[in-house]
């Protein structure tokens, strides 16, 4: 049957971009565009719109792709959401809007991250800007960090008319989308440095180097700077370990400290002075994104990578399309497999991993089966480089330095869901300094939801 099938995207060969830092998707062009937008039955109760955490309008905007009002498309798109050149890219769409897809019962879902990124694309081609508010409200608000829960909460206040400054502790804005997620996935400088300056042209101000909890305190922010609320979304960058023999070695990184180097520091860059250890055996520890992020950096920069994981395939927290794109690029999965041992030469470098085979027992108390390990089935494989990429925790310096905010014992900040607000009045938290390490698109969701907490504590003063 017509229509029953996507429109297929076009990437790079995985041969040429496994030696390359070039974007993987090529995206769609204007005609692939429309004729995938003329698949969407436009809904009359679109449960398209329930799975976004965002609340995009998806069948107005696609209804212009069909009609090739591309600014028209995108100025819908823009009412909902900050960031929409990042959502098409690394949104998990297959779990959410497109997982909701009418079309997917008996066929393809429409690709709405694929049209949603072409939108957002076009829109920054022909230099289309998001709507500013008319006129300003006299509220004074502080924004920390910005990644993409605080440019989501600074661009919705924005557009309301607040005066937004969003405090960033590193030199270059934009949190994980600019130091996590690698160049190949999501581009720096067309992407993520176009949408933040798109949220600077609503009139947020974006003060980079300021380390809150050392430069200034939030309590400060309240008392001297004359900020009315506080929204904090600084992340959760403080990496996890395992705690197994030889971690110290040289050789070990977190994920977070390996993509850091690569992203921010341009390390892939022979031309660059800040090295990274380029191993010729890398073994990733792990088995969500980040991890995969993580191997198929190490895998650009020359190495044969392994990625060790202890439950199987069907397990993965990755999304399908990158574990996908990383078996074609010729990274070694060793499931069911997990590391005790990081074995250390006498220079204190790493040279090999041991690792013990698992097999999947019963399930814990989140449903999934726990994996058990089996005896005797220790083996050892060399290594000079070993990523741990076991998830992130919240960095304490912002909880410790502020009077009154309650964390929990994950030192997770405690917010509430629908508004954001902590235990202190005036100020709001979400995104992954509530949740833990989570996707761009929920701390995106936590973001706009604290904004229209903000907005109805400061309307009510």
Not at 334 to 356: A, H, S
Request: charged share 25%.
């Amino acid at each position: 049957m017509e229509g029953m099938t996507r429109v297929p995207v076009r990437e790079q060969d995985p041969k040429v971009r496994a030696t390359n830092f070039e974007e993987v998707c090529l995206g769609y062009n204007e005609e692939e565009a429309v004729e995938e937008a003329k698949r969407c039955l436009n809904c009359k109760n679109p449960l398209c719109v329930q799975g976004c955490p965002v609340s995009i309008n998806i069948p107005a905007f696609i209804q212009k792709v069909k009609e090739r009002q591309f600014e028209e498309a995108y100025q819908i798109i823009s009412e909902s959401s900050a960031l929409p050149a990042v959502c098409g890219r690394v949104c998990p769409q297959e779990s959410q809007c497109e997982g909701r897809c009418v079309r997917g019962i008996k066929g393809d879902p429409v690709s709405i991250g694929k049209l949603e990124r072409f939108v957002a694309d076009w829109a920054r081609e022909n230099g289309i800007k998001p709507k500013k508010a008319e006129k300003m409200n006299g509220h004074k608000v502080a924004v920390i960090g910005s990644g993409p829960a605080g440019l989501t909460c600074a661009g919705d206040l924005a557009k309301l008319g607040y005066e937004v400054t969003i405090f960033e502790a590193l030199h270059e804005a934009g949190g994980v989308l600019s130091y996590g997620i690698p160049e190949f996935r999501l581009p720096k400088t067309k992407v993520v440095a176009a949408e933040v300056e798109n949220v600077k042209s609503l009139g947020v101000k974006i003060e980079t180097n300021v380390v809150i909890g050392k430069s200034t305190t939030i309590d400060e922010l309240i008392e001297k700077e004359g900020f009315e609320a506080v929204f904090i979304g600084s992340g959760a960058g403080l990496p996890r370990f395992m705690g197994i023999p030889g971690e110290q070695a040289n050789g070990v990184f977190s994920a977070n400290e390996f993509l850091t180097r690569n992203n921010l520091m341009k390390a892939f860059k022979d031309d660059y002075d800040t090295p990274i250890s380029r191993g010729k055996k890398v073994v990733v520890v792990g088995g969500g994104n980040v991890a995969m992020d993580a191997a198929r950096t190490a895998l650009r920069l020359g190495a044969e990578v392994h990625v060790v994981y202890r439950r199987g395939e069907a397990e993965l927290p990755a999304r399908v399309e990158e574990v996908h794109h990383a078996k074609e690029e010729g990274i070694i999965f060793d499931l069911l497999q997990n590391p005790t041992e990081i074995l250390v030469d006498e220079n204190g470098w790493v040279k090999g991993i041991k690792i013990i085979k698992m097999e999947l027992g019963e399930p814990d108390e989140s449903g999934r089966r726990s994996p058990v390990e089996i005896p005797g089935s220790e083996y050892e494989i060399e290594a000079d480089t070993v990523i741990m990429s076991l998830g992130t925790s919240p960095n304490p310096l912002i909880s410790s330095t502020t009077k009154g905010l309650e964390i929990n014992r994950r030192k997770c900040i405690v917010a509430a869901e629908d508004t954001g607000a902590t235990s202190k009045a005036g100020v709001y938290a979400g995104g992954d300094a509530v949740t833990g390490a989570a996707t761009v698109i929920l701390a995106m969701g936590a973001g706009k939801a604290a904004a229209k907490g903000i907005d109805e504590y400061l309307s009510a003063k």
